[in-house]
């Protein structure tokens, strides 16, 4: 058996794209709709049905609307066209009966079973009805209208016509956004460098930017906005219950793993995030949270063993080895948290596990803690369209409960622990343009997450 060569795979992605399509009919034979009326003296009334069928596969469903061809809504005589019998004034939201000697419509209620008997006006071809809006996709709906008249014997005998056109528009859908849990690597190394893509958690629909940075990762420039009280059950990458820290009364740090940055006035500065044309806050997470640690408190008495065999292996108690394994916590795999740990420099930016250390460096920062305005600047630029990490100053939750800082500090969690209570993270700040990519903390202090691939 041949043994020099190794077994390949390469695998393949498939996709099926199902264009979206509307399709419209009437039940009027020939498209024609034919009122006979025999006319009295006092005037005397006839009318027809017509029911409008509308079938789309578009998600967001569709909009039905009705009106003339044009801006003249009267019946005209086949012959003498001056003779013409002109639509009632009545509106679509207070339907009448018809005066003598003019027509109209009306569209049928949910649940009506016979022909109307009051009418509306036609719409001009410049302001037409909206007859049926849905939101949905569906089997295909039916809409049904009664068309009437009322004449009596001074209108000349002969048929009057006017045409009306029926438009059934797909409603807007979004374009789809592909799902960061199947976002890869691979995927990741096809985006070009300052490239942003928008990515949407499967878990709840929230909908985050993510930019390929200068060092080659993709990373999110939105904060994370996981609700970690609510139960993602049955969802990708989430267990089957919510996430809850054990702690006393007295340690008010243990049962606050996250808070919303809209608690407090101001907050839209700090850190919003799109959601589906909503703005919806990001959360400020404990190291813990960040873990997605739900077997212990997120006191200072954790012992240090506990978070090296969590993140580092049970013998790396400092975030250097290279060999450092990802963590996912929070973030949407695969997705990951950054790795942490001391200050780099660009000697020893290939071997150190700071990932944050590493973007600085990438980005012509020494890869040390220090004050340093240009650097600050790609950090927390607001120019899409280059290196900047969109960074956002949302301040901290500190473990005793409080908010603050908010337009002054920002600071990212790593995975990586600093000893027995303390983890690495990523400071930036405003007044005094600090950037420490390698800066340590309480790991009961609430922080800002961005996931990285």
């Known amino acids: 058996m041949d043994t020099s060569a190794a077994d390949v795979g390469v695998p393949v992605g498939l996709s099926v794209d199902v264009a979206s399509m509307i399709s419209l009919t009437t039940d009027a034979t020939g498209n024609t709709l034919s009122i006979p009326i025999t006319p009295m003296a006092d005037g005397a009334s006839g009318s027809n049905d017509l029911t409008v069928s509308v079938h789309t596969n578009n998600l ?8 003339s061809t044009g801006t003249d809504t009267s019946l005209a005589h086949y012959a003498e066209t001056t003779q013409k019998i002109p639509s009632t004034t009545n509106t679509l939201e207070t339907p009448a009966a018809l005066a003598n000697n003019t027509w109209g419509y009306s569209v049928w209620a949910n649940g009506q079973s016979t022909s109307s008997t009051t009418f509306s006006r036609i719409p001009a071809l410049s302001a037409p009805d909206t007859l049926r809006t849905t939101s949905a996709i569906s ?12 004449i009596n014997t001074k209108k000349p005998s002969g048929t009057y016509t006017n045409t009306i056109v029926f438009s059934a528009t797909s409603n807007y859908a979004p374009p789809f956004i592909p799902y960061m849990q199947s976002f890869t690597i691979d995927k990741c190394k096809a985006v070009a460098d300052g490239e942003m893509v928008e990515l949407r958690d499967q878990r709840d629909d929230t909908v985050y930017r993510v930019k390929k940075m200068i060092d080659g990762n993709c ?38 793993p996250q808070q919303t940055l809209n608690s407090k006035s101001g907050y839209e500065s700090y850190g919003q995030i799109p959601n589906n044309g909503k703005v919806k806050a990001s959360y400020l997470y404990n190291w813990c949270a960040a873990l997605a640690d739900t077997s212990t408190d997120c006191s200072a008495s954790v012992a ?3 978070y090296n065999t969590v993140v580092n292996g049970a013998t790396n108690t400092t ?12 973030c949407p795999a695969p997705f990951r948290l950054p790795k942490g740990g001391p200050e780099a420099t660009s000697s020893d930016a290939a071997t150190s596990s700071n990932e944050f250390a590493k973007l600085d460096i990438a980005m012509g920062g020494t ?17 899409t369209a280059n290196t900047n990490w969109l960074g956002v100053l949302g301040g901290r939750n500190s473990d005793h409960g ?13 995975s990586t ?37």
């Open 319 to 330: 975030g250097t080895a290279t060999s450092q394994p990802a963590v996912t916590g929070i």
């Open 139 to 150: 089997d295909p709906t039916d809409t049904t209208l009664t068309f009437g008249a009322r």
């Open 60 to 67: 967001t469903g569709y909009t039905l609307t009705m009106s």
């Open 367 to 383: 890869g040390a803690n220090r004050s340093d305005r240009s650097i600050n600047s790609l950090w927390r630029g607001s120019d």
């Open 219 to 256: 990373w999110m420039v939105d904060n994370l906005a996981l609700d970690l009280t609510t139960d993602y059950y049955g969802k990708p990458d989430w267990g089957t219950t919510p996430i809850t820290l054990s702690g006393t009364d007295d340690a008010r740090e243990n049962n606050v």
């Open 304 to 306: 240090a063993a506990q």
């Open 402 to 414: 409080g908010l603050d800082g908010q337009g002054a500090v920002g600071q990212w969690w790593s």
């Open 417 to 453: 622990a600093d000893g027995a209570s303390s983890a690495y993270y990523l400071y930036l700040g405003a007044g005094t343009l600090n950037v420490f990519p390698a800066f340590s903390g309480a790991i009961s202090d609430g922080f800002a997450v961005r996931c990285v691939l």
